[in-house]
């Protein structure tokens, strides 16, 4: 039984990475070939949720993966994402940041700039 679950555990595992991943991936550089634009911003939009989700992922792991068929979910998330999910969620982030484009750069700026004073003192390099 227990080796049944591990598995399980071990194909639900595979089968995220297909669909969260090798599928995007392959999709990903067919949009790199095409002549057509707006491919590349949908799989753009894609990989920036991933990365986005895989950070949530690795953090919240330890306390959720108790949760039977977790990795179901996140390639159900995935595949969402992949087919329809990425360009809507931009579309609605990219509304809601476009009016505060300059105060959110004047702030990564000055974030930057304080982290690189406190490098510098730290290690004498030049940025």
Avoid at 18 to 34: C, G, T
Avoid at 90 to 119: C, M, P
Wanted: with cysteine.
């Amino acid at each position: 039984m227990v080796l049944a679950w591990l598995v399980s555990l071990a194909a639900s595992d595979l089968l995220r990475v297909f669909i969260s991943a090798v599928i995007p991936a392959y999709l990903s550089l067919v949009a790199l070939k095409s002549r057509e634009g707006q491919d590349d911003r949908v799989w753009l939009s894609y990989w920036i949720l991933y990365s986005v989700t895989e950070l949530f992922r690795y953090y919240l792991n330890p306390v959720l993966s108790f949760v039977p068929y977790l990795n179901v979910a996140w390639s159900a998330l995935y595949a969402w994402l992949a087919w329809s999910g990425a360009c809507l969620i931009a579309n609605r982030v990219t509304k809601l940041l476009k009016g505060n484009q300059g105060k959110i750069e004047s702030a990564l700026y000055e974030f930057d700039s304080y982290v690189w004073s406190h490098v510098n003192r730290i290690l004498p390099i030049y940025h």
